[in-house]
């Protein structure tokens, strides 16, 4: 899950951050947002700006769900498998995903695909149950016998039957909109220092993209606490669909394989595969796999 919450987050920060230019380029020539313009008195309007806010936050949000499996198809190279065609290992992998989904109690199958390399990865997204996408690297499907093959499925099933990436759109949302919201607060106080005119419509538009990037990292701590949640509640749902032995199979063997990762890719990593506790662990989308064992051993 890794992978789709870090290109969530990346494409959500581009998205109000392109569109937060087209505003700014707009009110520099004059063309203002009226819901959104100071008062006579140089005060903001809060109530105004917090709509503003919801509506870019919510909308990139909502444009990163719709467009993520056209995205990760594309960055990842994914060839999805015919089920009408399908043969050998392929119709294998198809048959144990449209089981899961059958089990969940899903209309429409997943589509299932396989993207070359010889990391041992694999991720599920989609903007919704009926338009979602699983799909495995050949390097997994090379290096993990069938056992752990189908607890990683299972893992990825229980995020598409939770719905994980409506919630993580939710959370998303609200998010990017105390980001679009502070940062202008705090880009309106700072613009206040400067007397020049033209200096301090400059300064603001600056402060503004600043002061969203640094929202949106500290919001991403917010986002993958959850998503860190969200990976223990996946693990129990894979071992429903799976069964505990096998998704247990599945998590010792991709701890056992953490350097077959590639880390080129930190926009689109699966599993973070380092267990060591270090601050970092804030910005972690996973918690360590030896945590996620030991809980799922509990369970």
Do not use: W
């Not at 505003?23 to 700006?49: D, K, R, V």
């Not at 870019?56 to 949000?61: P, V």
């Not at 050998?88 to 299932?112: F, I, N, Q, T, Y």
């Amino acid at each position: 899950m890794g992978k789709r919450i870090l290109l969530f987050i990346i494409t959500n920060v581009l998205i109000i951050t392109t569109i937060t230019i087209v505003f700014s380029i707009l009110g520099m020539f004059g063309i203002h947002i009226p819901s959104i313009s100071a008062t006579a008195s140089g005060q903001l309007n809060y109530g105004p700006l917090l709509i503003f806010s919801a509506v870019i936050g919510f909308g990139g949000a909502f444009i990163s769900l719709g467009i993520s499996r056209i995205v990760a198809k594309k960055l990842m190279g994914v060839q999805v498998i015919d089920p009408d065609t399908a043969t050998g290992e392929e119709k294998k992998l198809v048959d144990k995903v449209h089981r899961m989904a059958r089990s969940a109690g899903m209309m429409h199958m997943p589509e299932v695909g396989i993207y070359n390399s010889r990391e041992v990865n694999a991720f599920a997204t989609g903007p919704s149950k009926k338009r979602s996408l699983v799909a495995v690297s050949s390097g997994l499907l090379q290096s993990m016998d069938e056992d752990a093959v189908e607890g990683v499925l299972a893992h990825e099933m229980a995020h598409v039957s939770n719905g994980d990436m409506v919630t993580m759109t939710l959370l998303q949302g609200i998010v990017n909109t105390f980001v679009v919201f502070l940062s202008r607060i705090v880009a309106s106080i700072v613009s206040r220092f400067v007397q020049n005119d033209a200096m301090r419509m400059v300064v603001h538009i600056a402060a503004i993209f600043v002061f969203q990037i640094l929202f949106s990292i500290l919001g991403s701590i917010v986002v993958n606490a959850y998503s860190r949640y969200r990976e223990f509640h996946a693990d129990k749902g894979g071992a429903d669909f799976a069964g505990k032995d096998k998704m247990k199979h599945a998590l010792q063997a991709l701890q056992s394989r953490s350097d077959m990762v590639d880390d080129s890719q930190t926009s689109m990593q699966t599993l973070k595969m380092n267990n060591k506790p270090t601050m970092l662990m804030l910005f972690s989308s996973h918690p360590p796999l030896d945590e996620r064992i030991r809980r799922l051993e509990e369970k």
